[in-house]
Nanobody, 119 residues
């Protein structure tokens, strides 16, 4: 399995970014997949999940600002992030996830994509 996250960057507070995660060796449409993030000095946390059936769940900290969606043809999962805050600064990863937003101890991870929210 290979996961490739992209789309991160430096953005001002209130701005938007769209992250992408392309995969090989796994069909996103057949799995529950989420976006994780890890801020400096903090544990990795799940911020958004989309199930194989298309249901979604979000951490309270991003609810109403982030949207997770999937393109089954491209086998890619996206995270649209609006109204970004400095506390959203982190490295973002995608991987299998639990609909209950429980982080899974996966054996494989992509390199992640860094999101920095700062003025």
């Amino acid at each position: 399995v290979q996961l490739a996250e992209s789309g991160g960057g430096l953005v001002q507070p209130g701005g938007s970014l769209r992250l992408s995660c392309a995969a090989s060796g796994i069909r996103f449409s057949s799995n529950d997949v989420g976006w994780y993030r890890q801020a400096p000095g903090k544990q990795r946390e799940v911020v958004a999940v989309i199930t194989s059936g298309g249901s979604t769940n979000y951490a309270d900290s991003v609810k109403g600002r982030f949207t997770i969606f999937r393109d089954n043809v491209k086998n890619t999962v996206y995270l649209q992030m609006n109204s970004l805050k400095p506390e959203d600064t982190a490295v973002y990863y995608c991987n299998k996830a639990n609909i209950g937003l429980v982080a899974l101890n996966m054996d494989y991870w992509g390199k992640g994509t860094l999101v920095t929210v700062s003025s």
